[in-house]
């Protein structure tokens, strides 16, 4: 089956196509969807692109910046507005991965990819849609790709910052086992709304919402990391690939989870 390339000057062309199209993907930097052209599949016969340049702007407002979709790994590494999450971008594939993987790409790859997204989810950030719909990124990766594109993810900056740990089994750039983020907003020293994201313990990035539990209303102490870590796989439903099974992924969630907590105390 031919493949017909269509490339847009501005986003809401691109969009519009998009949405009239019958089997079309929106290409964001490739690194997912070129493996797929390269295969031959035949669930798709355009793939629709923009050189807008707003999709690779980011932009500082207040106490939130503002990533354009487009924005690639490379540029948060580099970026000063968003050191707080260049450590997570630095951890995604090789220089030329990170040179060309996008925000709204990592939003959409397959479980155990999504490393990026875990962190967007801790921090609880949002995505606005090119119908001007603005929603959380944990129900917009639940309901799965729509008919509208990822215009821009607004990512309120951490305050007491965000931590993250990659596991792989290839140091340092292995695909994740799994890897875990966590927001820990604290008053009068005790933990307030906790924002726990594992991924690769599920089809997506999750909640893991028995840790966070165990955190609130808690200081940040041996007993508290404990509770937390003893449940951190409860209600996760982590999947066998090629990278580690299930069970494995159960085994070690805790472990992680502990080392980060401590990490932070
Ligand atoms: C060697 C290698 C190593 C990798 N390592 C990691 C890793 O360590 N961690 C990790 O998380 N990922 C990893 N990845 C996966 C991938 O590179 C990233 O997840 C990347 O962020 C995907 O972005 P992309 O722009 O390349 O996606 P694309 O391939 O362009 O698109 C992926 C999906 O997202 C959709 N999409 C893209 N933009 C939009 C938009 N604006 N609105 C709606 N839908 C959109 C596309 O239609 C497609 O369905 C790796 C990939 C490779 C090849």
New binding site residues.
């Given amino acids: 089956m031919p493949l017909t390339v269509e490339t847009y000057p501005t986003l809401s062309e691109a969009a519009r196509a998009f949405a009239a199209a019958r089997a079309a993907?929106?290409?964001?930097?490739?690194?997912?969807?070129?493996?797929a052209v390269n295969e031959a599949d035949q669930s798709f016969d355009t793939l629709i692109r923009t050189t807008d340049r707003a999709m690779t702007e980011i932009r500082t407002t207040g106490s939130a910046v503002t990533l354009g979709?487009?924005v690639t790994?490379a540029s948060i590494a580099a970026s000063r507005d968003t050191a707080f999450l260049a450590p997570v971008a630095r951890?995604?594939?090789?220089p030329q991965?990170r040179a060309?993987?996008?925000?709204?790409?990592?939003?959409?790859?397959a479980a155990p990819?999504?490393?990026?997204?875990a962190a967007l989810m801790a921090l609880g950030a949002t995505a606005e849609m090119t119908d001007g719909r603005r929603q959380s990124i944990d129900d917009l990766i639940r309901g799965g790709?729509t008919r509208s594109?990822?215009?821009a993810v607004h990512v309120p900056v951490p305050q007491g910052g965000l931590h993250f740990r990659k596991v792989s089994r290839i140091k340092p750039?292995g695909?994740?086992v799994l890897s875990v983020a966590a927001v820990l907003p604290r008053q009068g020293g005790r933990i307030e709304n906790a924002r726990i994201v594992f991924?690769g313990m599920g089809a997506r990035p999750v909640r893991a919402e028995a840790a966070e539990r165990a955190l609130n209303g808690q200081a940040l102490g041996a007993s508290a990391i404990a509770a937390a870590a003893a449940h951190a796989a409860e209600g996760l439903s982590p999947r066998d690939d090629a990278i580690a099974t299930a069970w494995y992924r159960r085994e070690v969630a805790g472990v992680h989870l502990r080392r980060l907590l401590e990490d932070i105390r």
Avoid: E, Q
């Avoid at 993907?25 to 493996?35: A, K, N, P, V």
């Avoid at 951890?91 to 090789?94: H, P, V």
């Avoid at 060309?100 to 790859?109: C, E, R, S």
């Fill in positions: 993907r929106f290409m964001g930097g490739g690194t997912i969807l070129m493996r979709a487009g790994m951890l995604i594939g090789g991965v060309a993987a996008t925000v709204a790409g990592n939003l959409f790859a990819y999504g490393d990026l997204t790709p594109l990822v215009a750039k695909v994740s991924n």
